[in-house]
């Protein structure tokens, strides 16, 4: 049974930094995709950052790129998510999500394509 657990949310000001972590079992990374989305109050989930564990190549949504940077050490089954120069608008639930499949295209920004789920980990940045 596949199990992701998420750490590292917090209450920060904006400018500031989190790194979020995920740290999945009765999971062995293949032709898939590993992934952050997010979920704000009243809006839909959407995709932050997603990696391909067959090349390990990285797609990020254009409100996080250069910002935010998703990275994964297998070593110790954990998948991250670093966020730096954090603002208001990234407030929101962060999942992380495993594909679980082999990746047969479509949008990566898609939560359906995506068989298992964290509980989520809480960020908010005042401003």
């Known amino acids: 049974q596949v199990q992701l657990v998420e750490s590292g949310g917090d209450s920060v000001q904006a400018g500031g930094s989190l790194r979020l972590s995920c740290v999945y079992s009765?999971?062995?990374?293949?032709?898939?995709?590993m992934a952050w989305f997010r979920q704000a109050p009243q809006k839909e989930r959407e995709g932050v950052a997603a990696?391909?564990?067959?090349?390990?190549?990285?797609i990020y949504a254009d409100s996080v790129k250069g910002r935010f940077t998703i990275f994964q050490d297998n070593a110790k089954n954990t998948l991250y998510l670093q966020m730096n120069s954090l603002k208001p608008e990234d407030s929101a639930m962060y999942y992380c999500?495993?594909?679980?499949?082999?990746?047969?295209?479509?949008?990566?920004?898609?939560?359906?394509?995506?068989?298992?789920w964290g509980q989520g980990t809480q960020v908010t940045v005042s401003s």
């Open positions: 999500a495993i594909r679980g499949r082999t990746w047969l295209g479509g949008d990566w920004s898609n939560p359906s394509l995506f068989d298992y």
């Open positions: 009765g999971y062995t990374p293949s032709r898939d995709y």
């Open positions: 990696v391909s564990t067959a090349t390990s190549n990285t």
